[in-house]
């Protein structure tokens, strides 16, 4: 059964980078069955759906991080990972990797990995 | 973006009782839709997909049905492992994006 395991420091200063890494066991990331998703949910709030990458390397990211958000995918280590840069209290999150289960040109996220907790703070 | 959003957004109701939660969508599409099930601390676990279709391991007392811009999520009799918020998720067009959550809660 396929498990995702997020890692990264739990505390980043303002304007740095935000690093984070999904492990993947069970189940190879270069399998063009899934897609491989990051969601995020600040404090208290709801769900925003960050991005994806795809085996192939093809990357959607979300309009309203765009310009500071990269991912990539490891297939030596089997994981996938989120890069965000300058940062700011706003990125505050409890950060989750998901796989997508490709439905035709969509997916959903079928397996969620625990989360991670970032705060953003000198 | 398609913008969803959630009806109630907190629901009390007791252990036996049919609840209903609804999903609005800002656009109309097919049946892109999934139903997520979150605890305090834990990860969204998936519900429904395809706006109807069950996960496996999910029990029956729960069910999705919709389709355009109207979708909701039933639970047949309520369960004391039911008491969680619940989020609906659009995979119809990138960004995709989620509801603001329904939390349901002990009456």
């Known amino acids: 059964q396929v498990q995702l395991q997020e890692s990264g420091p739990g505390l980043v200063k303002p304007s740095q980078i935000l690093s984070l890494t999904c492990a993947v066991s069970?189940?190879?990331?270069?399998?063009?069955?899934?897609?491989w998703s990051w969601i995020r949910q600040p404090p208290g709030k709801g769900l925003e759906w960050i991005g994806y990458i795809y085996y192939s390397g093809s990357t959607y990211y979300n309009p309203s991080l765009k310009s500071r958000l990269s991912l990539s995918l490891d297939t030596s280590k089997n994981q996938f990972s989120l890069r965000l840069t300058s940062v700011n209290a706003a990125d505050s999150a409890v950060y989750y990797c998901?796989?997508?289960?490709?439905?035709?040109?969509?997916?959903?996220?079928?397996?969620w990995g625990k989360g991670t907790t970032v705060t953003v703070s000198s | 973006d398609i913008q969803m959003t959630q009806s109630p957004s907190t629901l009390s109701a007791s252990v036996g009782d049919r609840v209903t939660i609804t999903c609005r969508a800002s656009q109309s599409f097919s049946h892109w839709l999934a139903w997520y099930q979150q605890k305090p601390g834990k990860a969204p676990r998936l519900l429904i997909y395809e706006a109807s279709s069950l996960e496996s391991g999910v029990p029956s007392r729960f069910s999705g049905s919709g389709s355009g811009t109207e979708f909701t999520l039933t639970i047949s009799s309520l369960q004391p492992d039911d008491f969680a918020t619940y989020y609906c998720q659009q995979y119809s067009g990138f960004p995709y994006t989620f509801g603001q959550g329904t939390k349901v809660e002990i009456k």
């Open positions: 069970g189940g190879a990331v270069n399998n063009d069955d899934f897609y």
């Open positions: 998901a796989r997508g289960l490709a439905a035709v040109k969509n997916f959903y996220m079928d397996v």
